[in-house]
């Protein structure tokens, strides 16, 4: 499974923007998804994920009521959409895809990882 992450750029604090995962296959719509992201001199940190299904998601503390992960398995994408982002939002965001439905913070649970797009929120 290859994925495509997309929707990332410049924007400003308490801006919104909207990140894509385009997966290459339809299998995706087998598999839990889950966005993650690493800052310059960071590790990567997971930032929320869900089901294959749809019915269930997980985010981290620090998105928790800004960030929400959705899926269109008909369309075999995952989106974050982004919310009041702040200057710590900033990073390289990734999606990842599970070989199990399940979804988990843990990254190394999951097996296809995209190449990252770029957020920049500027203070």
């Known amino acids: 499974v290859q994925l495509q992450a997309s929707g990332g750029g410049l924007v400003q604090a308490g801006d919104s923007l909207r990140l894509s995962c385009a997966a290459s296959?339809?299998?995706?719509?087998?598999?839990?998804v889950g966005w993650f992201r690493q800052a310059p001199g960071k590790e990567r940190e997971f930032v929320a994920a869900?089901?294959?299904?749809?019915?269930?998601?997980v985010y981290a503390d620090s998105v928790k009521g800004r960030f929400m992960i959705s899926r269109d398995n008909a369309k075999n994408t995952v989106s974050l959409q982004m919310n009041s982002v702040k200057f710590e939002d900033t990073a390289v965001y990734y999606c990842?895809?599970?070989?199990?439905?399940?979804?988990?913070?843990?990254?190394?649970?999951?097996?296809?990882w995209g190449q990252g797009t770029l957020v920049t929120v500027s203070s």
């Open positions: 990842a895809a599970r070989g199990t439905p399940a979804a988990t913070m843990d990254p190394n649970e999951y097996v296809y």
């Open positions: 296959e339809r299998t995706v719509s087998w598999r839990a």
């Open positions: 869900i089901t294959r299904s749809g019915t269930s998601t």
